[in-house]
């Protein structure tokens, strides 16, 4: 299907025309610069710090939840965060999303 694209484009001029996968690659470039690679970026930043938390660490979840790590349940899919005193809930570990002073920034 591409190919037929390309040599009915190529066809009207009577010859192989290379602009059109010049522009369909810069495109695909575009893409990947300012959408792709920026995501991917920001998803490793928060896996880091997910990986870096400790028992007393502020955060904030996924859902705007702000609390403090109580209990990381090592080799478990769930941790432990104090949300008032007294208050603690669980909550999956996937949905630990930043520290309260990086959240403010985004």
Known sequence: M?????QGAAGAKGGFDPTMIIMIVVMFAIVYFFMIRPQKKHQKEIQ????????GSKIVTAGGIYGTV??????GPYIVIEI???VKIQ???????????????Q
């Not at 591409?2 to 390309?6: D, E, G, I, T």
Request: glycine residues 6%; hydrophobic residues 40%; aromatic residues 10%.
């Open 48 to 55: 880091n710090f997910r990986n870096s938390l400790a028992v």
């Open 2 to 6: 591409f190919l037929n694209l390309l």
């Open 91 to 105: 909550i999956d570990r996937n949905y630990v999303y930043a520290d309260p002073s990086q959240a403010q920034q």
């Open 70 to 75: 109580k209990d990381l349940n090592q080799g």
């Open 84 to 86: 008032a005193n007294g």
